[in-house]
């Protein structure tokens, strides 16, 4: 009785193992996560949504006058305003938006917020030199820049002569 047990449980076994999804891993870490958001089946702004799409816009580009990142906008319509998507209300996403109005910001938003990263981690290094472990950081954020920088060129979001430089990286957050 036991031996039938433990060839199910190994089997089993076996089985999860085979049937977990084949994700591609993260980039620098060992995770294979495959959590995220579900976007809603239907595509149309839901009934109760009494918000017209011009409403929409105008939100946007006020946040976007203020300060705000596109993520940060659409947070903040999602957990304020009950728009879920802008997209679903308006017909163009929140960027093409600010890019319409002339609001779109230079640098793309994941390339900015690494920048930062290494900025900081650079200034942490200025005065803890022997922070191994802060160094290797750096070379990895500093390599997650240069893709993100070489995929941006490729869809001409950024100009072909743009080059990430750690001397004047500080600038480019400021």
Request: glycine share 6%; proline share 6%; aromatic share 6%.
């Amino acid at each position: 009785e036991m031996c039938i047990r433990d060839r199910y449980q190994r089997r089993v076994r076996v089985l999860f193992v085979f049937t977990t999804p084949a994700n591609m891993g993260r980039m620098h870490t060992p995770g294979k996560g495959i959590s995220g958001s579900a976007l809603p089946y239907k595509r149309t702004p839901p009934s109760w949504l009494k918000i017209s799409s011009k409403e929409v816009v105008e939100h946007v580009t006020k946040l976007a006058r203020k300060g705000m990142t596109p993520s940060q906008i659409g947070v903040i319509l999602r957990d304020s305003h009950g728009i879920a998507q802008v997209k679903n209300v308006t017909g163009n996403k929140i960027l093409r938006i600010l890019k319409a109005s002339g609001l779109a910001p230079s640098l793309p938003e994941d390339l900015y917020f690494l920048i930062k990263k290494g900025v900081s981690v650079r200034k942490h290094l200025d005065k803890h030199r022997n922070d191994k472990d802060s160094k290797y950081r750096l070379r990895l954020i500093e390599s997650r820049i240069h893709r993100l920088s070489r995929y941006y060129k490729k869809a001409k979001k950024l100009p072909p002569t743009w080059k990430y430089d750690s001397a004047t990286a500080s600038a480019l957050v400021a």
